[in-house]
């Protein structure tokens, strides 16, 4: 009784054969969606339907599942669909700041699998400027071809951190170290680390300079490759 009702219909503007018709259903903790598109390519006209919905567990909890259906017409199967769920929880405990888990399945049997942990610390105040923060993340993600297939595993595990507020200054509006770690495992086995600062400056006049210093060492087919960069951002308002 307290769900807000959205239909809506969109035609693009011109010549091009293509339009969005949908229905949304929104309440306190409930938000379900269905839509179809129509796409013109190739002489025919494809109608593509999906459904999403969005379940509020909590002040902390969200459940969000996306089911993209098989084209109307060309194929009926209905179990070829994508296929993905989604939970999120934001943590109450110190230092983990979210933790994300996702399921999704393609139409070709592909399943896949993601568990990633975000983690946030706030140090002690630098000696001029503001705190120091700590603010990390920890992904595992595996695919698993369809059986059918005979395809390979694979495997993705990767770590970023982000520390802010080092070497700050009443004049700079913005420095962060950045470290990543990425190892891929499977058939495209492939190892990536990198490392950069970032720092900006405020000027006057709404203008702002930005540093950034980076240096990336993959590793590919046994081969190491070392990729050194220097970035230099300037913006301003007129």
Do not use: C
């Amino acid at each position: 009784m307290a769900a807000d009702l959205s239909p809506y219909f969109e035609s693009a503007a011109g010549r091009k054969p293509r339009g969005d018709a949908g229905l949304s259903v929104s309440g306190d903790r409930l938000r379900v969606a269905a839509a179809v598109a129509m796409r013109a390519q190739g002489g025919s006209t494809k109608i593509l339907p999906k459904v999403t919905s969005a379940l509020s567990l909590g002040p902390r909890v969200d459940i969000e599942t996306r089911v993209n259906l098989s084209e109307w017409n060309g194929r009926t199967d209905p179990h070829d669909a994508k296929f993905a769920t989604r939970l999120h929880v934001q943590a109450p405990a110190p230092f983990v700041d979210d933790l994300e888990g996702k399921f999704w399945r393609l139409p070709d049997g592909q399943t896949g699998r993601l568990l990633r942990l975000g983690f946030y610390q706030r140090l002690g105040a630098a000696r001029r400027g503001g705190p120091i923060t700590i603010r990390s993340k920890a992904t595992i993600e595996s695919l698993s071809a369809a059986s059918a297939t005979g395809g390979v595993d694979n495997q993705r595990m990767g770590f970023e951190a982000e520390v802010g507020g080092l070497m700050s200054s009443p004049a700079a509006a913005q420095t962060a170290l950045h470290l990543k770690f990425v190892r891929h495992l499977g058939a495209a086995a492939e190892t990536a680390r990198s490392v950069s600062y970032d720092r900006s400056w405020s000027l006057p006049g709404a203008t702002q300079l930005a540093l950034n210093l980076g240096l990336l060492r993959a590793t590919r087919l046994n081969t190491d490759v070392i990729e050194p960069s220097l970035g230099i951002i300037w913006r301003g308002e007129f």
